[in-house]
């Protein structure tokens, strides 16, 4: 069976991307702060206690992982807080850097030595991190830690191509999640169907592209 790990698996999008790829024969450990009920019911692999802002946390688990043994990492949890030009919260701002940004190379960096040769790594990001896409202005730090994150999938993409490992840098899409506070515009089954289409299209010609789950590539 194939290993995936999915990092912000206790609800919304990363508890669905859990459940399809049990679904799809995979071997799932779900990183999590704490598991819902949800997550807990799936009988898939459970570590809590994780956060990807806690550097002994992320090293913890990372020793635990056999060397060469991960198919799939998905870097899946986020944070969405409000910052706008008339309420600049620079705290804010830093906190969505340290999980959206950092947060996902910490992970990615302490799992290197667990990804098998020819491995995926999927970042979930968002169009929000497009600075040509960026009409309205406002969401400072949300739009800036995930520019961030794009930024480092191209190089992570570039850095990891010669062990054959490749990135998908993935929009899910505006979906109805506890996030979006069930506003989105797309069910969370339709975002992951979409999310692992991109990843099973992913290849080294492709990667490090930036894509909306519906296949459409996005802007920088």
């Not at 949800?38 to 459970?46: F, H, M, T």
């Not at 940004?101 to 960096?109: I, K, S, Y």
């Not at 098998?116 to 830690?145: E, P």
């Amino acid at each position: 069976m194939p290993n995936a790990i999915v990092t912000g698996a206790n609800r919304g999008i990363g508890l669905q991307l859990c459940h399809e790829l049990k679904n799809r024969g995979y071997t799932v450990t779900a990183l999590c702060r704490q598991p819902s009920d949800a997550l807990i019911d799936l009988g898939i692999n459970i570590h809590d206690h994780y956060d990807v802002t806690d550097a002994a946390a992320v090293e913890a688990f990372a020793q635990s992982v056999e060397p060469e043994s991960v198919d799939l990492l998905i870097n899946n949890a986020g944070i969405l807080r409000s910052t706008s030009l008339d309420n600049l919260d620079i705290e804010s701002a830093r906190q969505q850097f340290e999980v959206n940004a950092l947060g996902p190379l910490r992970v990615t960096h302490s799992l290197l030595h667990a990804l098998k040769d020819g491995a995926k790594i999927a970042l979930v990001t968002s169009r929000m991190g497009s600075i040509a896409d960026n009409d309205s202005g406002g969401g400072y730090g949300y739009r800036m830690s995930k520019a961030a994150l794009n930024a480092a999938g191209v190089s992570l993409a570039r850095d990891l191509n010669g062990r054959g490992i490749t990135v998908a840098i993935l929009h899910p899409g505006y979906v109805r999640t506890d996030m979006t506070a069930q506003s989105g515009l797309i069910d969370v089954e339709e975002s992951v169907t979409g999310l692992l289409d991109r990843i099973d299209e992913l290849n080294l010609e492709n990667s490090g592209s930036f894509w909306h789950s519906n296949g459409e590539l996005l802007p920088w």
